[in-house]
């Protein structure tokens, strides 16, 4: 019998993300039908899979990343039938968003059904679920022909695993299966968006933007708790009132003009140097020379907002390993993929934007 303190054996295998192995996927999907966990990729971040009917294995999920109870995860589907049975009906708002988006990174919020474990949501009457497009990912749906909970592969309050390295510094020791399919695609978190209501809200912005479910539903709002911690609303996704993404150091953001931005991380990271503090700044192409007697790292061209995204969690694992005392980033527009971006930099810095 294994107890909790023991350190399982843990086994890593690279599969091909174009032409995945059907027998080396067959393997990880016996740990899932057992009740085991897998980390495997998806198009978003790196998931911690379970079968999402098993009670048991969806509490080694919370117990492997140390995640709050009162925090809900998303089902996997790779159907539209494995969906059905788990949801009480879908909406035409919700057929619209299926047929545009999915497979993809976009989360919808359905009245759960009662096959769903309370655990999966955490008590509440909504459940969600998304149909990943990564082939790993609905290849391991598939073979264990179970809806996959899979909350990100990270230890709870920690970046987002982009990469399986990533998921092996956090779960190495505490699940039994890493699939190493390369980097993920998006490297934010999907969309959750809760269609439950009159007016569509997006609960947590992710890899499909607000235009994109604009341009499908004709208007869509967002959860005010997501704004910048300034306000007391709680936000509507439990998830979303923690801190997260969150590196060991010191970490500030900037937004405004370009110049002040610019001339505002140079003072700081002179005034930190000056004082002993170890220093890394994340910042565009653009705008990288600047900074070449700093610890600079690249987050992509401005002009590319896909690439910041898709680099975002690696580079803030990136400068904790270097053990820097201060993180020092440049901010974005929060358009597009530029919304996610801000949510997860507002996260990881714990509130500490500046406006310049
Ligand atoms: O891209 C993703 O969504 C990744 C990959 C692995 O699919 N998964 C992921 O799961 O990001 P997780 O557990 O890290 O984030 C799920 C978010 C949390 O903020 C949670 O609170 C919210 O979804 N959520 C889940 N069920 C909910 C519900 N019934 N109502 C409101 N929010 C919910
Ligand atoms: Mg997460």
Request: charge should be negative; glycine fraction near 8%; charged fraction near 25%.
């Amino acid at each position: 019998m294994r107890n909790w303190g023991d350190e399982l054996e843990t086994k890593v295998v690279e599969i091909n993300s174009n032409n995945p192995e059907e027998d080396l996927i067959k393997e990880a999907a016996e740990f899932i039908i057992k009740g085991e966990l897998v980390g495997f990729p998806t198009e978003t971040v790196y998931g911690l899979g379970a079968n999402g009917l098993d009670e048991k294995a969806i509490k080694k999920i919370f117990k492997a990343k140390g995640r709050p109870q009162d925090n809900p995860l998303i089902l996997h589907v790779n159907s539209i039938e494995m969906l059905e049975a788990l949801v009480e009906e879908i909406s035409d708002k919700a057929y619209k968003c299926m047929e545009k988006f999915w497979p993809g990174p976009l989360t919808i919020l359905f009245k759960k059904s009662s096959i769903v474990p309370d655990s999966i949501t955490a008590g509440l009457d909504t459940v969600a679920i998304r149909m990943p497009s990564h082939k790993i990912a609905l290849e391991l749906i598939r073979l264990s022909n179970k809806p996959i909970a899979a909350p990100s592969a990270n230890t709870s309050g920690k970046p987002s695993p982009t990469r399986a390295e990533h998921v092996i510094e956090d779960m190495q020791g505490k699940i039994p299966f890493i699939i190493d399919g390369g980097e993920t695609g998006v490297g934010l978190e999907s969309t959750v968006l809760d269609l439950t209501d009159d007016i569509p809200m997006i609960l947590r912005p992710g890899g499909i933007t607000l235009e994109d479910i604009i341009g499908v539903l004709g208007q869509c709002g967002i959860d005010p708790g997501l704004e910048d911690n300034i306000n007391n609303i709680i936000p509507k996704s439990p998830g979303q009132k923690y801190r997260h993404y969150a590196p060991k150091a010191q970490m500030y953001v900037f937004s405004g003009d370009m110049d002040n931005v610019n001339r505002e991380i140079l003072k700081r990271a002179i005034v930190a140097r000056s004082r002993g503090q170890r220093v890394g700044i994340m910042t565009t192409t653009e705008n990288q020379e600047q900074f070449l007697d700093f610890d600079v790292e690249i987050m992509g061209s401005s002009k590319d907002i896909e690439t910041i995204a898709h680099n975002l969690f690696h580079l803030i694992r990136k400068l904790d390993e270097k053990n820097v005392d201060l993180i020092l980033c440049q901010g974005v527009e929060r358009d597009n993929m530029g919304l996610a971006i801000m949510n997860r930099l507002n996260k990881a810095s714990g509130g500490n934007i500046i406006y310049v």
